[in-house]
């Protein structure tokens, strides 16, 4: 069995990709720059926000850590508490408004539950402050101190892995997987 001519379409076809292909590659070296603008734009305002959460999360920390030893007074506290918590809520808003490239969303979500996470500590805290008000409660009841110890952590322990997190986010590269594990980490070392 002979085949039948095919004719000039499979040829026609061959020369009009041949042709749209320096089209095409242009077209795709363009994208990378584009991408890398808004990844810089992303890690900027990241790192600045960041940045601002980390040093008030470090003066609350030590705040909470003072009142756990007893070397901060209650009252005082809770009026820097409060003022923080305030603080800390308006950055965690800013923080939803940023708008992170798609393989980043989960490292970004689970940054800004941490900052929840922190945020429940300060809350705990404050709620130790609250007790010590309370009337016919002994000067050196414990209760206090379990709420200040255990807000203590939490805002200790999201901010150790915020701060990781934040180093996976700022130093991600297209194409690379999106992690935040230790082994990653010591896979960057």
Partial sequence: MRRPPLGPAPLLTALVAFLAMPAL???????????????????????ERTRTIDGRLVELGDLVDALRRRAADPDDALVALQEGEDALDASAEGLREILAPEELHALHAEYEGNLERALRGIVTAARGCGITRLPHRPPEDEEPTIYWKRGHLNILHAQLRMRELVDALLTWEPGQPAEASVAARLHRL
């Fill in 25 to 47: 590659l242009r077209s795709r070296r363009r994208r990378p720059h584009a991408y890398g603008r808004e990844l810089q734009a992303y890690r900027r305002d990241l790192a």
